[in-house]
Nanobody, 125 residues
Framework: QVQLQESGPGLVKSSQTLSLTCTVS??????????WSWIRQPPGKAPEWIGA???????YYNPSLQSRTSISRDTSKNQFSLQLSAVTPEDTAIYYC?????????????????WGQGTQVTVSS
């Protein structure tokens, strides 16, 4: 059973950088063909894919967020992280980490195999 757990501040001020970490157990973030994603869901809106860490060390980003997004990983800790810079109240959302195997999914979230419980991040103005 793969388990993912998000951690990080629940409140961020506008213009600052949002930083979250996903700790994985039950599998390795370097397992072949795995894609470890960040997904968010703002209140009253559909989920939005932010980006992903590929098992081989590549990173993929949502073009609409790419200029503000950085994803990294620490294989020794089996963690991957998200940094979203210059946040505004529109970045307020529940942020999830999730994993899918064999192909990157940026829209059909039903394909994801395991999810973290999600963490609420509120951006204050």
């Amino acid at each position: 059973q793969v388990q993912l757990q998000e951690s990080g501040p629940g409140l961020v001020k506008s213009s600052q950088t949002l930083s979250l970490t996903c700790t994985v157990s039950g599998d390795s973030i370097t397992t072949t063909n795995s894609y470890w994603s960040w997904i968010r869901q703002p209140p009253g809106k559909a989920p939005e894919w932010i980006g992903a860490s590929h098992y081989a060390g590549n990173y993929y980003y949502n073009p609409s967020l790419q200029s503000r997004t950085s994803i990294s990983r620490d294989t020794s800790k089996n963690q991957f992280s998200l940094q979203l810079s210059a946040v505004t109240p529109e970045d307020t959302a529940i942020y999830y980490c999730a994993v899918v195997w064999f192909r990157l999914c940026s829209s059909d979230f039903s394909n994801y195999d395991y999810w973290g419980q999600g963490t609420q991040v509120t951006v204050s103005s």
